[in-house]
């Protein structure tokens, strides 16, 4: 039985093939799996919410968002899903551990899971070992492993740090000062055809009169109008 070249060829790829698509299911597995749990902010009473997550973190309350809310038994709400859930043993209702993801813009930052009447709020930050944006795990081991009643996703906005808030503060006050300084600049003006400045020792604000210009033989000089003044021929 004769087998052609081509067929040779087909023969000779078909192993390589083979391990190139198990490589690449495992390192797409690898991946899959490459979530982790957040760092333990602190367990909390009470049901969570955008003021009481300010709270807890000490934050202004237009700082947290809240992106996205799952009720048990639901799977996804709002671009969150949460998957591979794992059931509490000997229980058929009560899921206490899974991975979650958010599809929308913002990033997550802060997840919260709640069970019984406490919740743990968890940080998600790029210096987790792990850390993947917008997916992680979760579970209620420290919520003595209950059941999940809800999940929660959001995102706090950080301040502005204290070197901003100076620089912008100098900035502010340096505009004060060339405000003012402009302000305070005199400014060449007109009064009655004479220029003047603004702010010079005249009384009223108005220039000083000039001084008589002196008359031979002493006296002063006429001024229009006196009823002393008379026109008087000048003998040569």
Not at 67 to 77: F, G, Q, R, V, Y
């Amino acid at each position: 039985m004769e087998f052609s070249l081509r067929d040779r060829w087909a023969q000779l790829a078909r192993p390589i093939l083979v391990l190139v698509c198990v490589s690449l299911t495992g390192a797409l597995a690898v991946e899959a799996s490459a979530t982790t749990l957040g760092v333990l902010v602190d367990v909390y009473s009470g049901n969570d919410s955008e003021s009481a997550i300010a709270a807890n973190l000490g934050v202004d309350l237009g700082l947290v968002t809240l992106l996205a809310k799952i009720e048990d038994p639901a799977t996804s709400s709002g671009g969150l899903t949460i998957f591979n859930r794992v059931l509490k043993d000997g229980e058929d209702d009560e899921y206490v551990s899974g991975e979650w993801s958010y599809s929308g813009p913002e990033t997550v930052n802060y997840f919260v899971v709640k069970a019984g009447n406490e919740y743990a709020l968890y940080e998600y930050n790029d210096s987790i070992p792990g850390y993947m944006e917008n997916m992680g795990l979760w579970n209620t081991s420290d919520l003595g492993d209950k059941g999940v009643s809800h999940v929660s996703a959001y995102q706090v906005t950080p301040e502005p740090s204290t070197g901003i808030l100076i620089a912008a503060g100098l900035a502010a006050l340096a505009a004060s000062r060339r405000q003012r300084g402009r302000a305070g600049t005199s400014r060449p003006g007109r009064y009655r055809g004479r220029s003047w400045t603004e702010g010079d020792s005249s009384v009223a604000g108005r220039p000083a009169r000039r001084a008589q210009q002196p008359v031979p033989g002493g006296g002063r000089q006429p001024r229009l109008g006196d009823a002393n003044s008379r026109c008087e021929p000048v003998l040569s």
